[in-house]
């Protein structure tokens, strides 16, 4: 672990959505014998993680004072946060004293921002937010990985190019993903989240598809609290869009339940791959 030495007995999870937070409770409990004490999201966090994890407790998107408190209370000294939260509960839910102290402290509020600042608030009570990726480092596939069919000149063409304009605009602070199409720009990541841009981006290429998405990481990304993924739901919303390859950054990038993701692949002839 970069700059942290694991607490052998415990660990915090702070579990968003998706897959990603249930991956972590099985590679852990199948490689250590960690405690893991969790803190889900009601509407949020996939009920199936209480089944992998020692202790699941439920509060409202929100409610950081409660989080704290649960964490402290079970002697939790190092956590990890990961899955995500929707967007719109930022501004949609009723936050308590000690979130709503921190929205308000930020100038410029985007994923880094907020999250930077919960760790912030964490470690003031002792608890460090710690990087997640030497447990799902098995997750996390290098440049030359690839599922799906081959890919031809054009679509190579078309990956350099999204890589280029995926970096920009993760350098800005925009997003992390762009749908493109024959060197044109189709979508571009904003708040919405890498699902919604595949779909928005795919129907603007038209009927017959061949649009290519790429996802990249930002430099000096903070892998504590967002690491960037990809899985089922992603190899599907591609195939919707009519999406025909997904480039994504090389040992940089989760790639979550990677049999069904390959299955998906072969099925609806979509790649993926490291780049």
């Not at 591609?238 to 998906?264: H, I, M, P």
Request: glycine residues 10%; contains cysteine; neutral net charge.
């Amino acid at each position: 672990m970069e700059g942290s030495t694991i607490n052998t007995r415990l660990v915090g999870l702070i579990a968003g959505s998706k897959l990603l937070p249930i991956e972590f409770a099985r590679i852990v409990k199948q490689t250590s014998h960690l405690r893991i004490i969790a803190v889900g999201f009601e509407g949020e966090t996939d009920p199936a993680l209480e089944g992998l994890v020692d202790e699941l407790h439920w509060i409202r998107v929100g409610q950081l004072g409660r989080l704290i408190k649960v964490f402290k209370q079970a002697g939790v000294r190092q956590c990890v946060m990961l899955g995500q939260v929707a967007p719109r509960n930022i501004f949609e839910t009723r936050l308590d004293l000690r979130a709503l102290g921190v929205l308000l402290r930020l100038k410029e509020k985007n994923a880094h921002t907020i999250f930077g600042a919960v760790a912030e608030e964490l470690a003031k009570d002792g608890i460090e937010l710690v990087d997640p990726r030497p447990w799902l480092k098995p997750l996390m596939p290098s440049v030359g990985f690839r599922m799906g069919p081959p890919i031809d000149s054009r679509v190579m063409s078309d990956l350099e190019f999204g890589y280029r304009i995926a970096k920009e605009i993760a350098r800005l602070d925009i997003g992390q993903t762009v749908v493109v199409k024959r060197g044109v720009v189709l979508a571009v990541e904003g708040f919405e989240g890498t699902d919604q841009c595949i779909l928005r981006g795919g129907e603007l290429a038209g009927e017959k598809g061949g649009a290519v998405a790429v996802k990249v990481a930002k430099e000096g990304h903070d892998m504590r609290f967002d690491i960037p993924c990809i899985g089922p739901e992603t190899v599907l919303n591609c195939s919707r869009a009519g999406v025909s390859v997904l480039g994504f950054e090389g040992d940089k990038t989760l790639v979550l339940d990677r049999l069904e993701c390959e299955n998906l692949c072969a099925r609806f002839k979509v790649s993926i791959l490291a780049i």
